[in-house]
């Protein structure tokens, strides 16, 4: 359904995407924030999944800042041990450069945009929500939102987390609820990944559940 594009940051940065067409009339634009894998099949599936129910839904490249362009990882140790790696060499500002430049061809294409992201990429989408002109922020297991907590929100947020999360301790789940009281905050009985059926962490309740509550929400506030 998808197909890779180039695109150009406002620094001059060109990096790669995945971009899905939406079915039929599209509804709004979705950035799907990658986890620590790089723009993998997961990522790809799920851009797909989204344009499958009518939204434009753009993957971009965020490693490809790195010498490690076109980055498709698994699931591994070796794998989860490189993506810390690439992961740990960015600062968000970068992010939100790249970012910006997708709400750019969305909103050019006179689309409301929305951001969701996975795991490093939840925190990148929370980051979206309190920095970047979006339309609503949806986060998957964020788990490095605690220092940028007070930020205020733009958007309407919702996020999601799991109970059995060693990464993410139920007290941040709380913090975070209590600064963004606005905010939708849910814990499932889950552990970290559980969104992902790639992963031994997913959970099919936990994730169809999530992802309902997720496209109440872009169809709410994109369309």
């Known amino acids: 359904m998808g197909a890779n594009i180039t695109l150009t940051a406002e620094d001059g ?18 950035i799907v924030i990658q986890e620590i894998f790089g723009v993998n099949d997961h990522i790809r599936e799920t851009c797909d999944r989204f344009a499958s129910e009518g939204y434009l839904a753009i993957a971009p490249a965020l490693y490809d800042r790195t010498d490690n362009k076109n980055c498709q990882l698994g699931y591994t140790p070796d794998d989860i041990a490189i993506g810390r790696d690439l992961k740990d060499a960015f600062s ?10 997708v709400i750019d061809v969305m909103s050019g294409e006179g689309l409301k945009v929305g951001t969701v992201g996975y795991c490093w ?7 979206a929500g309190t ?6 922020s949806v986060v998957y297991y964020g788990g490095q939102i605690m220092p940028y ?75």
């Open 149 to 223: 907590v007070n930020e205020k929100a733009g958007c309407p947020m919702l996020m999601h987390f799991g109970e059995h999360d060693a990464g993410i301790p139920l007290d941040d789940v709380a913090a975070i609820s209590k600064a963004h009281s606005d905010a939708e905050v849910h814990i499932y009985d889950a552990d970290h990944g559980f969104n992902c059926d790639h992963r031994g962490s997913y959970n099919e309740a936990a994730g169809d559940l999530a992802r309902q509550r997720t496209m109440a929400l872009f169809d709410q506030q994109l369309v």
């Open 92 to 101: 968000w500002d970068l992010c939100m450069l790249d970012l910006k430049s």
């Open 121 to 127: 990429g939840g925190t990148i989408s929370y980051l």
């Open 131 to 136: 920095r970047l002109p979006v339309a609503a």
């Open 13 to 30: 940065h060109s990096f790669g995407a995945y971009r899905a067409e939406a079915a039929g009339a599209t509804k709004g634009g979705i």
